[in-house]
């Protein structure tokens, strides 16, 4: 669900003076909300969801082949990276920044991975990890230390990213490839009752995700610092550890998909990740979470990303139409979803 930071917040540092607290609200519901504010914050939450539903009800009706378990597994899998990635860019997007390095980011860790994976599957895992986490790391330094702009410091990165992605493959001639019947393949490879072991990693991340924006502090101080970093400073919160920490998280993320796409392709391609940052950034805002920060959720991110898995294999299930059929889709999607939130907050403000 949606939070704003409320509770645990620290106290206003030394010499400052907290923001004014807002007037008290007529008591009444348990929130001390209205009848129609709870329903905007419910579709602003939960909206995504329920369109996700009825396209898959719809779908499994008009297309038998749709609705089969055997499908079902098959897309979860395959959305089970984008998943990951987004999961990262969640959390950026709620502090008001954005990642735009997470394509690049994501294919350095696939090839890093396979080329690793000749050692072991801790080699294989770490190293992706460690640089594309260190590249994140770089992104939050430069953006909450050195005050820059995220669209540039990230834009920088994904260049950079490409460029050493080049450089270790010979331009894309050489191929890593991972040994066959390795446990670092197995781990891509594998699965449980029929579903793949990404997506079980997916999931995994995405409620620790949900815990540490619902449950810490730290994920209050998110909330705070994309409402207000200037507020959020004022308040004591360590607003700039906060900024280095999600872009490290982001690339810590991107960097373990990447790897998991290398075990489950057996190989680290060179030219996937194209276009990743701009899916990841719209199933985050098609799952709720507004774009200039403060208000998101990881549940709203995982139908996002369900929804554009959804499509794509709806296309493929049509037959007749191409796969860049999916990016108009997604586009009437994000453009319907910013304006209804736009909507939906002035629905608030005003209630």
Not at 201 to 212: E, H, P, R, Y
Not at 342 to 348: D, H, I, N, W
Request: with cysteine; aromatic share 6%.
């Amino acid at each position: 669900m949606n939070h704003t930071p409320a509770l645990g917040l620290p106290e206003p540092a030394a010499g400052l003076s907290a923001p004014p607290a807002p007037p008290a609200r007529p008591s009444g519901a348990a929130a001390g909300t209205t009848g129609r504010e709870r329903l905007l914050s419910l579709l602003q939450r939960q909206g995504v969801l329920a369109v996700l539903l009825l396209v898959v009800v719809v779908s499994s009706v008009v297309y038998p082949t749709f609705g089969t378990l055997d499908n079902a597994r098959g897309v979860t899998v395959q959305a089970s990276f984008l998943a990951i990635v987004a999961l990262g860019m969640t959390l950026v997007i709620i502090t008001g920044g954005i990642d735009l390095s997470v394509g690049s980011v994501f294919a350095l860790g696939g090839v890093l991975a396979a080329w690793a994976s000749q050692w072991g599957i801790v080699p294989a895992l770490l190293l992706p990890i460690a640089v594309c986490g260190a590249i994140g790391a770089v992104n939050g330094l430069l953006v909450a230390r050195a005050g820059m702009a995220p669209f540039i410091v990230t834009l920088a990165s994904l260049l950079a990213a490409r460029g050493l992605l080049l450089a270790l493959t010979d331009e894309g001639a050489t191929t890593y490839l991972v040994p066959r019947g390795s446990a670092f393949a197995e781990l891509g490879q594998g699965t449980v009752w029929g579903f793949g072991y990404p997506l079980l990693i997916a999931l995994a991340l995405f409620g620790l995700g949900g815990v540490l924006l619902q449950r810490t502090s730290f994920g209050q101080t998110l909330f705070a610092v994309g409402g207000s970093a200037d507020a959020a400073t004022l308040m004591g919160l360590p607003v700039a550890r906060a900024k280095v920490t999600v872009y490290l998280l982001s690339g810590l993320l991107a960097g373990l998909a990447g790897a998991l796409s290398a075990a489950r392709l057996s190989s680290g391609v060179t030219i996937v990740g194209v276009g990743m940052e701009l899916d990841a950034i719209s199933a985050v805002v098609i799952g709720g979470t507004l774009l200039v920060g403060g208000a998101g959720s990881v549940s709203g991110t995982l139908w996002g990303v369900l929804l554009l898995a959804v499509i794509q294999n709806l296309i493929n299930q049509i037959g007749s139409l191409n796969s860049s059929y999916q990016s108009v889709v997604s586009g009437g999607f994000l453009i319907v979803v910013v304006v209804a939130q736009r909507y939906l907050a002035r629905g608030r403000r005003t209630t």
